[in-house]
């Protein structure tokens, strides 16, 4: 018997809590939403994205009537603000109960006594939760490519796999954040009510409250900071006042600073986490 | 020799003290049943001792490793089932051993041969392959108890491990720990509450209470049957009995194997009252003692 390394326990972690991850009714849950929401937005992009449907009003970001770069731009931009809200809700179905349940259901008695230290633990679980979010975002982008594709007869811009990229990083920083609060937690309910009540209501009002009195964008809101996702197609924020609509991309300092944001949040809140772990026993 | 030392143990919930500087050695191969009433602390023992819980002060150590400052280590020489056992429930029980086995170095060929071997012998091996959401209570404990032999270890920490099984079930489960026992090859640390299960496997019974360590001694108390008998000791019969066994307070105690109804005969005979025959346990008496009204 030869005690495996550290590298190696991490992925016999991993793949022991994947399998219970993708078996769960929350990732089927997850997959039946992420369907629904490429059926919507694939209906509506057969409807008004297409070079030949009639452009609603409400949709228009230029004055100038529409060229089919800005089209193609717009349909990105209108899938990837509605999949902005994917990691959010992977995050909070894989990552929030990830360390509560484990008191919440006693299974705790069992892992908190494998021969293992607790940051292999920790770190096996969040890869695991990692992989099946993106499993979910992966699905959703391969909808848009193919409506992309469908639509245009082209293959998607450079963008498009920057866009990608981005959101892995956001569902990495909200990740971060769930399993930080599930540490935090003992029971699962209150690990999924805080990550909503801090998302939703605690980002979202701070960046309301900040970009009126201040005139600033407050960037280091990872609500905020998660927009950029769909701003490298157009550099428009619809939560955020402070900035006017450009139909151009997103900036390369811009893009920098935003993911600046999120590699902190992801790894401050992945830091914390295993530090609190650490020392989490079972009353 | 594997030994675990416990030094100055306290846990505090609050500011309720579940272990007040508990100070135990383990040291010699057998079954030590710790024995206490609900709540006296054997839990909050077991949970310190397989790192669930932290102490608040004190230490153990296992082979010498400390279990504040290395637990990884000193858990590898553990094997553990405490509480009841909870397992995720969208994997099999084959899957639940084959991680343990795999995490703690086994080869996965390694670990198909003695998940087979564990699972015949704690008698989960035909349910194996169905996920442990699907289990009853006894099938989870009965993989719970393949969890902790799994790897073989030189120590077993099993909490009330017969708790919540149906009597044909807690006969099987103390029959395996006999037979785990057998060799006097491992320390097996079991805690109950039933002074019977203690009298039956234990080597060594520990009686805890209010957080303390409050008796502690070999179990050699085989029972007796005791006769409560009307009178003196005119009987010349009763005469010869008392002179050869204990008789206190009224009561002639007998040793289990002896001819009982041939004595019992004896005393009719020699025209001796005798109003009640019952079985009798020093532990318990022992037991009463120490936990006093809790």
Redesign the interface.
């Known amino acids: 018997?030869?005690?495996?390394g550290n590298m190696r326990?991490i992925g016999?972690?991993s793949l022991?809590y994947f399998?219970?991850y993708y078996?769960?009714k929350s990732f089927y849950l997850m997959l039946f939403l992420v369907i629904l929401v490429v059926s919507l937005l694939t209906y509506l992009s057969v409807k008004y994205f297409s070079y030949t449907s009639s452009f609603p009003n409400f949709l228009r970001f230029s004055s100038n009537g529409l060229n089919t770069g800005l089209l193609r731009n717009e349909f990105s931009f209108v899938w990837e603000f509605a999949g902005t809200y994917l990691p959010v809700f992977a995050s909070v179905f894989f990552g929030s109960p990830a360390i509560s349940t484990e008191i919440e259901?006693?299974?705790?008695?069992?892992t908190?006594?494998?021969?293992?230290?607790r940051s292999v633990l920790f770190t096996g679980k969040f890869l695991a939760a990692f992989l099946v979010t993106s499993i979910i975002i992966s699905i959703f982008y391969l909808g848009q490519l193919f409506n992309f594709a469908y639509l245009y007869h082209i293959i998607p811009p450079g963008s498009f796999g920057l866009s990608y990229l981005l959101m892995i990083l956001f569902a990495l920083a909200m990740l971060g954040l769930t399993f930080l609060l599930s540490v935090i937690f003992n029971k699962n309910l209150y690990a999924y009510i805080s990550v909503f009540i801090i998302y939703f209501l605690v980002f979202g009002t701070a960046s309301l409250v900040i970009s009126f009195l201040y005139s600033t964008t407050p960037f280091y809101l990872l609500s905020v900071s998660a927009a950029i996702v769909y701003e490298v197609y157009i550099n428009f924020n619809p939560f955020n006042f402070t900035v006017l609509p450009s139909i151009s991309p997103a900036s390369v300092s811009q893009i920098t600073l935003y993911v600046s944001v999120m590699v902190v949040y992801a790894f401050v809140s992945f830091m914390s986490a295993i530090f609190l772990f650490e020392?989490k026993?079972?009353? | 020799m594997v030994k675990i030392r416990i030094e100055n143990l306290s846990k505090n919930?609050g500011n309720v003290e579940a272990l007040k500087s508990v100070n135990l050695t383990f040291d010699r191969e057998g079954i030590i049943v710790l024995l206490g009433p609900n709540g006296a602390g054997k839990t909050t023992l077991m949970?310190t001792m397989?790192?669930?819980?932290?102490p608040t002060s004190g230490d153990i150590f296992i082979n010498e490793h400390s279990v504040m400052e290395d637990l990884?280590?000193a858990?590898?020489s553990?094997g553990?089932l405490?509480?009841?056992?909870?397992?995720?429930p969208?994997?099999t029980g084959r899957?639940i051993l084959n991680?343990?086995c795999?995490?703690?170095?086994?080869t996965r060929s390694?670990c198909t041969e003695r998940i087979d071997e564990i699972s015949r012998l704690t008698g989960c091996f035909s349910y194996l392959d169905r996920k442990a959401g699907e289990y009853s209570r006894g099938m989870k404990q009965r993989l719970?108890l393949s969890?902790s032999l799994l790897h073989d270890p030189p120590i077993i920490i099993l909490d009330e491990p017969t708790f919540g099984l149906d009597p044909k079930g807690m006969y099987q489960f103390r029959n395996i720990l006999k037979d785990i026992n057998a060799k006097k090859e491992k320390i097996i640390i079991l805690s109950t509450h039933l002074i019977g299960e203690a009298k039956e496997v234990g080597d060594r019974i520990i009686i805890i209470n209010n957080g303390s360590i409050v008796s502690d001694f070999e179990n050699t108390d085989a029972g007796y049957v005791r006769i409560r008998v009307d009178g003196s000791k005119d009987s010349r019969a009763l005469q010869e009995l008392a002179s050869d066994h204990r008789f206190e307070d009224g009561y002639l105690f007998l040793r289990p194997d002896e001819d009982i109804s041939g004595i019992l005969k004896r005393l009719v005979l020699d025209n001796v009252r005798f109003d009640r025959v019952e079985e009798y346990s020093d532990l318990e008496n022992q037991y009463i003692r120490s936990v006093g009204d809790s």
Not at chain 1, 105 to 110: G, H, V, Y
Not at chain 1, 112 to 117: A, E, K, R, V
Not at chain 2, 50 to 54: A, D, E, F, K, N
């Open positions: 018997m030869n005690q495996p326990k016999i972690v022991f399998r219970n078996r769960s259901s006693k299974t705790a008695f069992q908190f006594t494998y021969p293992i230290p020392s026993e079972v009353k | 919930y949970k397989t790192g669930i819980s932290r990884s280590t858990l590898s553990i553990s405490v509480e009841q056992p909870e397992f995720y969208y994997l899957e991680f343990s795999r995490i703690r170095g086994f390694e719970g969890l």
